[in-house]
């Protein structure tokens, strides 16, 4: 089964409106990655967080790793209609294959 | 190149044919990643190259998916006996280093994708 869940599934904001998405492995993580794919394109790598409870900030976006090393977060303040697309989680699960969360689609109503 | 880059962009075909798609990885990136990706899913892993080691292939769903890789260089996934629900975006990824612990190499940087539909 799916190692790394990952919610919500869907979600629609009005431009301004903040955003998270969640993700959980199953298992402790050396890391995790954030990658973004806008519709029609390909994931694009946006961070990697390596250390318990790190966190780190790209403008306005806001990546959390968990102290366990089994939970992550992305949070975008005051979303904007370029933040529109799909936002997926991996971890390294077994060996060297990275496994993805099914991913969070973000549409912004302007 | 400058980045991943990924033939043919778009592929039809009709059930029962084999189908060949090419990776052309970054210069220098000693791994390599096949995905699949279903419309409006997520990514599935296929398969994994590192180097001259024995190639990853746990994802691969059925005995019609292979993959070869020369080196550290172009990779070919070929499917034989295309079945309709092999229908999706074939997606190749490469690296400098290993997924696993901290290495700033961990980055994956993907190509357009191969949009494969079966008749």
């Known amino acids: 089964g799916q190692q790394v869940m990952q919610i919500p599934q869907y979600q629609h904001v009005q431009e301004g409106e903040d955003f998270t998405t969640y993700c959980n492995s199953s298992?402790?993580?050396?890391?995790i990655q954030w990658y973004k794919q806008r519709p029609g394109g390909h994931p694009v790598f946006l961070i990697q967080?390596?250390?318990?409870?790190e966190v780190k900030k790209q403008k306005r976006l806001t990546f959390q790793f968990g102290e366990a090393k089994k939970n992550s977060s992305l949070h975008i303040t005051a979303t904007q209609t370029t933040d529109v697309g799909t936002y997926f989680c991996?971890?390294?699960?077994?060996?060297?294959?990275?496994?993805f969360g099914a991913g969070t689609i973000l549409r912004v109503k302007s | 190149g400058a980045g991943v880059s990924q033939s043919p962009s778009n592929k039809v075909t009709e059930k029962g044919k084999d189908v060949e798609l090419r990776c052309d990885p970054i210069?220098?990136?000693?791994?390599l990643y096949w995905y699949r990706q279903r419309l409006g899913q997520g990514l599935e892993f296929l398969i994994y190259?590192?180097?001259?080691?024995?190639?990853?292939k746990s994802g691969l769903p059925s005995d019609r998916f292979s993959a070869e890789r020369t080196g550290e260089s172009v990779s070919t996934l070929t499917i034989q006996r295309t079945q309709q629900e092999d229908s999706a975006v074939y997606l190749c990824?490469?690296?400098?280093?290993?997924?696993?612990?901290?290495?700033?190499?961990?980055?994956?940087?993907f190509g357009p994708g191969t949009r494969l539909t079966v008749l």
């Open positions: 967080l390596v250390k318990s409870g």
């Open positions: 190259f590192q180097g001259n080691s024995a190639p990853d």
């Open positions: 210069s220098g990136h000693t791994a």
């Open positions: 298992t402790t993580l050396s890391n």
């Open positions: 990824a490469s690296s400098l280093g290993f997924v696993t612990g901290s290495s700033p190499y961990n980055e994956q940087f």
């Open positions: 991996a971890g390294p699960i077994y060996g060297n294959k990275l496994v």
